[in-house]
């Protein structure tokens, strides 16, 4: 059975810093796409940065240059390094695991991830 426990979310002023980590159990993550997303209130659930398999990372726009995904083989776990938070990142984020191994296409897209986290919050003040 698969299991993603994300854990690290907050309250956090706007320009501080986060550190979410996703544990993972039942697959390994190394060969899969790993991905954190983020659903704010009344919005859709949006992407935020994937690792890939094969070490590629892929960020969204809104968040480039700030969040820095990473991924530790022999812990099983991926995580999201948020700096210079702004209010517009408060969010639930959640970890996905792409079922399907090996896989490169895609992977900034909701509807490829079959395993899902129970979501942590982020709320940045201003």
């Known amino acids: 059975q698969v299991q993603l426990v994300e854990s690290g979310g907050g309250l956090v002023q706007a320009g501080g810093s986060l550190r979410l980590s996703c544990a993972a159990s039942?697959?390994?993550?190394?060969?899969?796409?790993t991905a954190w997303f983020r659903q704010a209130p009344g919005k859709e659930r949006e992407f935020v940065a994937v690792?890939?398999?094969?070490?590629?990372?892929l960020y969204a726009d809104s968040v480039k240059g700030r969040f820095t995904i990473s991924r530790d083989n022999a812990k099983n776990t991926v995580s999201l390094q948020m700096n210079s938070l702004k209010p517009e990142d408060t969010a639930v984020y959640y970890c996905?695991?792409?079922?399907?191994?090996?896989?490169?296409?895609?992977?900034?897209?909701?509807?490829?991830?079959?395993?899902w986290g129970q979501g942590t919050q982020v709320t940045v003040s201003s």
């Open positions: 996905a695991a792409d079922a399907t191994p090996y896989r490169i296409v895609g992977v900034a897209t909701t509807s490829l991830y079959h395993y």
């Open positions: 039942g697959l390994t993550i190394s060969n899969c796409a």
């Open positions: 690792f890939t398999w094969n070490g590629n990372t």
